[in-house]
């Protein structure tokens, strides 16, 4: 059976930080978008999935960024994933406060706010039906989160994963400068690479790729989405190792 049949039981659902914030503001998390998200979450997750979360942290800081301007660049990928914890807090207390149990996992320890991250427990915890935000990245620098959420789908078994974007799919050239541009509905894991197509950093895309984990790019802009991506209906693009469909 192939895995783009949408009979999904466990996602990764990857929200980068700059979906947190308003566009324009000096705030790096509006409240008022997270409770957005902690809603369309809650709606899917009412259709009895099992979702993972793994949030970014570019809202507040990106490693690469500001080792290009002099700084040690573990040491600024560390401040990195420490701001993918605040993040995760967020969405956990929006969570919470819609009535979805929801534990954050942290893969640096930091005991008195989030747990650590404990794999078996993750996904029992899955299973019971909380949702399970994975903080901290991989713990590790010189990777992203959405390398973490590659790791994170494998290691806990997911049917895919969710790529939660401010695009609606992924397309054969970039839309904002070539008006000709046409949208996938699904393309290959080869096709993405022959034709350097960008959907996740390499690490991350190769990651996916080797554990035949389908990507679902959609826009998370739009009501309702997570849902759809969910329960397979026809929105954004699915990167997976089938054949392409435009
Ligand atoms: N980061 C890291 N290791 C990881 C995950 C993240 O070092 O496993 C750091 C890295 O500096 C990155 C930052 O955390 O730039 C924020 O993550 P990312 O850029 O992936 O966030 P997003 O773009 O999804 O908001």
Not at 15 to 25: F, V, W
Not at 102 to 113: D, G, L, P, T
Not at 168 to 193: H, L, M, W
Request: hydrophobic share 45%.
């Amino acid at each position: 059976m192939s895995k783009t049949d949408r009979s999904f039981k466990r996602v990764v659902l990857k929200l980068s930080g700059e979906a947190l914030r308003e566009s324009g503001s000096q705030d790096n998390i509006s409240p008022e978008i997270v409770e957005r998200i902690a809603c369309e979450i809650k709606a899917a997750h009412s259709t009895g999935m099992e979702i993972a979360i793994v949030v970014g942290g570019g809202n507040f800081w990106r490693g690469a960024s500001a080792s290009a301007r002099g700084m040690d660049r573990a040491t600024a990928d560390y401040v990195g994933m420490l701001a993918t914890v605040m993040n995760a807090l967020a969405v956990q207390s929006a969570l919470e406060a819609e009535g979805v149990p929801c534990i954050v996992q942290s893969a640096i320890e930091m005991k008195n706010v989030a747990e650590p991250f404990i794999r078996r427990k993750a996904s029992r915890q899955l299973k019971e039906g909380r949702v399970v935000v994975f903080a901290a990245g991989t713990g590790s620098p010189f990777f992203s989160t959405d390398t973490t959420a590659a790791l994170r789908a494998s290691e806990m078994g997911a049917d895919a994963i969710l790529k939660a974007t401010m695009v609606d799919g992924v397309y054969d050239a970039d839309p904002k400068k070539n008006p000709e541009a046409k949208r996938f509905n699904k393309v290959s894991f080869q096709t993405c690479i022959v034709e350097q197509l960008k959907v996740m950093d390499s690490t991350a895309f190769t990651l996916c790729m080797d554990n035949d984990i389908p990507i679902i790019v959609f826009d998370l802009n739009v009501h309702g989405n997570i849902t759809k991506a969910i329960v397979g209906q026809d929105i954004g693009t699915i990167v997976s190792k089938d054949s392409d469909e435009v």
